[in-house]
């Protein structure tokens, strides 16, 4: 059982400490355990139920009505507003519920879950509002310890396997523009953010070389000898990685001197760290859709 604390519960949820302090203290909701030495914590029950508490707050339910109910009838009332022409908050039932199934290793609900949401904010759409929250919330990028690791591998596992079946989908199609080298370097292994990148490419007629997480450098140079490559994408994450940014640029303009290159990072310093090189940051993913539009 994965036991939070009220600071990385706050994080999860999106309810402050206070606000969660209060809703214990007057309708003993969501109320923490507590260890032997009287520390509190959430459990996985817990952090559901919040979620799903959240959804009903948006659509215009009481804290005081939802606190009288159990976990079965807030699943009702969340089911019941999905079905509904009334839904306020796309996006914040599609996060729940994917985080439901990854506390609970549930492959099916996932399924589910991603195809509807697919099906009604369309790919792109599903991916900055449902996705990325969703990494952002239970720390799959940023490697905290705000859900246990196996939860987090199976996530982003099966969001992998759905990301690649859908470039999957458009690799048939003749590639008309530039060739693209996408890859992660040394010491970094989340890569959805990459794969995603690659589905946009391939759907935007572009030729992608693939090279996926924790790339030796001895490769990009093999690759180099081989094939012309017109943009460069990798992204920079990891401490380990950003530690060693200067060395992977540089390496990148001697192996390809005529590409541009492009980074994805998550840290504001990163700018800095790049001053003294030509490589373009992407801050976001709309400048990259704009790029390859």
């Given at each position: 059982?994965?036991?939070?604390?009220?600071?990385?519960?706050?994080?999860?949820?999106?309810?402050?400490?206070?606000?969660?302090?209060?809703?214990?203290?007057?309708?003993?909701?969501?109320?923490?355990?507590?260890?032997?030495?009287?520390?509190?914590?959430?459990?996985?029950?817990?952090?559901?139920?919040?979620?799903?508490?959240?959804?009903?707050?948006?659509?215009?339910?009481?804290?005081?009505?939802?606190?009288?109910?159990?976990?079965?009838?807030?699943?009702?009332?969340?089911?019941?507003?999905?079905?509904?022409?009334d839904d306020n908050s796309v996006e914040s039932y599609?996060?729940?519920?994917?985080?439901?199934?990854?506390?609970?290793?549930?492959?099916?609900?996932?399924?589910?879950?991603?195809?509807?949401?697919?099906?009604?904010?369309?790919?792109?759409?599903?991916?900055?509002?449902?996705?990325?929250?969703?990494?952002?919330?239970?720390?799959?990028?940023?490697?905290?310890?705000?859900?246990?690791?196996?939860?987090?591998?199976?996530?982003?596992?099966?969001?992998?396997?759905?990301?690649?079946?859908?470039?999957?989908?458009?690799?048939?199609?003749?590639?008309?523009?530039?060739?693209?080298?996408?890859?992660?370097?040394e010491n970094e292994f989340h890569e959805i953010g990459l794969l995603f990148a690659k589905f946009l490419l391939?759907?935007?007629?572009?030729?992608?070389?693939?090279?996926?997480?924790?790339?030796?450098?001895?490769?990009?140079?093999?690759?180099?000898?081989?094939?012309?490559?017109?943009?460069?994408?990798?992204?920079?994450?990891?401490?380990?990685?950003?530690?060693?940014?200067?060395?992977?640029?540089?390496?990148?303009?001697?192996?390809?001197?005529?590409?541009?290159?492009?980074?994805?990072?998550?840290?504001?310093?990163?700018?800095?760290?790049?001053?003294?090189?030509?490589?373009?940051?992407?801050?976001?993913?709309?400048?990259?859709?704009?790029?390859?539009?």
């Open positions: 059982m994965t036991k939070y604390s009220i600071d990385q519960f706050s994080q999860i949820t999106g309810i402050t400490k206070f606000v969660l302090r209060t809703w214990e203290n007057r309708y003993g909701f969501l109320k923490a355990e507590r260890t032997d030495t009287k520390i509190r914590y959430y459990t996985d029950e817990l952090l559901v139920r919040a979620l799903n508490s959240n959804y009903l707050l948006e659509n215009g339910y009481k804290i005081s009505a939802i606190s009288k109910l159990d976990d079965l009838q807030i699943k009702i009332k969340v089911d019941e507003i999905k079905n509904s022409d599609y996060i729940a519920r994917l985080i439901s199934s990854a506390l609970d290793f549930d492959s099916n609900l996932f399924n589910t879950i991603y195809d509807n949401g697919v099906k009604e904010l369309g790919v792109l759409e599903f991916y900055k509002s449902v996705l990325l929250v969703t990494f952002s919330k239970i720390g799959i990028f940023w490697l905290t310890n705000r859900i246990a690791p196996s939860q987090e591998h199976f996530l982003s596992e099966l969001v992998k396997q759905k990301i690649g079946a859908a470039a999957d989908f458009y690799s048939s199609n003749n590639s008309t523009k530039g060739a693209w080298l996408l890859f992660l370097p391939i759907k935007n007629g572009f030729e992608v070389i693939y090279l996926g997480s924790n790339v030796p450098y001895g490769s990009l140079l093999e690759l180099a000898e081989k094939k012309q490559i017109d943009n460069v994408l990798f992204f920079s994450v990891s401490n380990t990685s950003k530690s060693n940014l200067d060395f992977t640029i540089n390496y990148l303009n001697k192996s390809f001197p005529t590409a541009k290159h492009f980074l994805v990072a998550n840290s504001l310093d990163i700018n800095f760290l790049t001053k003294e090189h030509d490589i373009t940051i992407l801050e976001n993913l709309d400048s990259f859709i704009d790029i390859i539009s």
